[in-house]
């Protein structure tokens, strides 16, 4: 008995330090910061070939600390030209590789030497929190969460609209559009995390999940990556529905006005420069071969379900035109820097893989685009 009693008792204290130790992490845990990308994220994605030729064969995904997919930031800020860019898939760049997407390529275009002096800086950062799924709603969300953890910031891109498209549509073209955006669709690391009594769901694995990204910088491997891209365009093109007008799109104009708004004077506050960088599209008239490449336009989620209802691509363009022309209004209103991408990023197949992501080509263009703004 008395044997037994003595590994009941190391029993029932292991399992209270364990249980001390799960509630000191869930309170650790509550007060971490928001970040769009969680820390130390390590990602190789294998782009299908048979979906995706124009791109390149590995793409390499890799975020900082600040939760940026971009190189690590100074540690001293002295000298340090700082610049933040948010807004959707555009902008995360998913599929192309990480020294490829165009905020890294700015990024390059500006620590040239010339640059730099004229820039004052002995370096150029340039974080990138783009994230697909994002639209203006969510961009408001980001920046209240996340602008006040830089303090000050030398300028704030932001390139956004196809995702408030994409939102409005895919509900069916709704007369409202509140959509309150779930904290987890946003962040993907943030402290107000529910955790429960599973061995996954505990708040010691997510400390473990954290520490393996941060310290043992583990790798998540993805083959076929956006094999769903594939599906979504057969399904654009043999759908029995496709919609050629659609309903006043005045909701969805006055809610990406009021948001982008909200979002560019909070910026303000935080950055000496804000850029609007009005977000480019794959415009007609359209061949079959570029036809053959779109997906957009959905009524329903294109990458999860079967969708057999789409608005025609002419019609997705139309309203990415009315979008362009708000985004240019609120930046007149607000005050702040704007650049018109659309003549800059010629609508072919060379830049563009579909309605609104870009190839390595189109990424380069935007890159350039974008640093000469910087420069001025």
Same mark, same amino acid.
């Given at each position: 008995?008395?044997?037994?009693?003595?590994?009941?008792?190391?029993?029932?204290?292991?399992?209270?330090?364990?249980?001390?130790?799960?509630?000191?992490?869930?309170?650790?845990?509550?007060?971490?910061?928001?970040?769009?990308?969680?820390?130390?994220?390590?990602?190789?994605?294998?782009?299908?070939?048979?979906?995706?030729?124009?791109?390149?064969?590995?793409?390499?995904?890799?975020?900082?600390?600040?939760?940026?997919?971009?190189?690590?930031?100074?540690?001293?800020?002295?000298?340090?030209?700082?610049?933040?860019?948010?807004?959707?898939?555009?902008?995360?760049?998913?599929?192309?590789?990480?020294?490829?997407?165009?905020?890294?390529?700015?990024?390059?275009?500006?620590?040239?030497?010339?640059?730099? &002096?004229?820039?004052?800086? =002995? /370096? +150029?950062? %340039?974080?990138?929190?783009?994230?697909?799924?994002? @639209?203006? $709603?969510?961009?408001?969300?980001?920046?209240?969460?996340?602008?006040?953890?830089?303090?000050?910031?030398?300028?704030?891109?932001?390139?956004?609209?196809?995702?408030?498209?994409?939102?409005?549509?895919?509900?069916?073209?709704?007369?409202?559009?509140?959509?309150?955006?779930?904290?987890?669709?946003?962040?993907?690391?943030?402290?107000?995390?529910?955790?429960?009594?599973?061995?996954?769901?505990?708040?010691?694995?997510?400390?473990?999940?954290?520490? &393996?990204?941060?310290?043992? =910088? /583990? +790798?998540? %491997?993805?083959?076929?990556?956006?094999?769903?891209? @594939?599906? $979504?365009?057969?399904?654009?093109?043999?759908?029995?529905?496709?919609?050629?007008?659609?309903?006043?799109?005045?909701?969805?104009?006055?809610?990406?006005?009021?948001?982008?708004?909200?979002?560019?004077?909070?910026?303000?506050?935080?950055?000496?420069?804000?850029?609007?960088?009005?977000?480019?599209?794959?415009?007609?008239?359209?061949?079959?071969?570029?036809?053959?490449?779109?997906?957009?336009?959905?009524?329903?989620?294109?990458?999860?379900?079967?969708?057999?209802?789409?608005?025609?691509?002419?019609? %997705?363009?139309?309203?990415?035109?009315?979008?362009?022309?708000? $985004?240019?209004?609120?930046?007149?209103?607000?005050?702040?820097?704007?650049?018109?991408?659309?003549?800059?990023?010629?609508?072919?197949?060379?830049?563009?893989?579909?309605?609104?992501?870009?190839?390595?080509?189109?990424?380069?263009?935007?890159?350039?685009?974008?640093?000469?703004?910087?420069?001025?």
């Amino acid at each position: 008995m008395t044997a037994l009693t003595s590994v009941l008792e190391v029993a029932a204290g292991f399992l209270g330090l364990l249980l001390v130790a799960e509630f000191v992490a869930r309170w650790a845990l509550g007060r971490r910061a928001y970040y769009v990308w969680s820390p130390g994220v390590r990602m190789r994605l294998h782009p299908d070939p048979e979906i995706f030729p124009e791109l390149e064969r590995v793409v390499r995904f890799e975020v900082n600390s600040d939760g940026e997919r971009g190189d690590e930031a100074p540690r001293s800020k002295r000298g340090v030209y700082r610049i933040l860019v948010a807004g959707g898939s555009a902008v995360e760049g998913y599929l192309l590789d990480q020294p490829t997407n165009w905020p890294a390529v700015a990024q390059r275009l500006l620590n040239c030497p010339d640059v730099l &002096r004229s820039l004052k800086a =002995r /370096r +150029v950062h %340039v974080g990138n929190i783009g994230k697909s799924g994002v @639209g203006s $709603a969510e961009l408001v969300t980001i920046f209240q969460r996340i602008l006040p953890r830089y303090g000050h910031l030398d300028a704030v891109v932001v390139l956004t609209g196809v995702g408030d498209v994409v939102q409005w549509l895919e509900a069916g073209a709704p007369p409202t559009m509140e959509r309150p955006a779930r904290t987890a669709d946003v962040f993907g690391c943030h402290p107000e995390k529910v955790f429960g009594w599973r061995p996954r769901t505990l708040a010691l694995a997510e400390l473990w999940r954290a520490w &393996r990204r941060r310290v043992l =910088r /583990r +790798v998540r %491997v993805e083959t076929r990556s956006a094999r769903w891209i @594939g599906r $979504a365009r057969a399904m654009r093109a043999a759908a029995p529905d496709v919609r050629t007008s659609v309903p006043d799109p005045s909701t969805l104009l006055d809610h990406f006005e009021k948001n982008l708004r909200q979002a560019l004077e909070y910026a303000r506050g935080y950055a000496d420069r804000v850029v609007v960088a009005r977000q480019p599209w794959f415009d007609g008239p359209y061949t079959d071969e570029q036809l053959r490449h779109l997906w957009h336009g959905a009524v329903g989620k294109a990458h999860k379900e079967t969708v057999k209802t789409y608005y025609a691509a002419e019609i %997705v363009a139309g309203m990415m035109a009315l979008i362009d022309k708000r $985004a240019a209004r609120v930046a007149d209103a607000v005050g702040v820097e704007q650049l018109d991408l659309m003549p800059l990023v010629e609508c072919t197949l060379k830049n563009y893989y579909d309605f609104c992501h870009f190839t390595p080509a189109g990424a380069l263009a935007v890159a350039q685009a974008v640093a000469a703004a910087i420069i001025g």
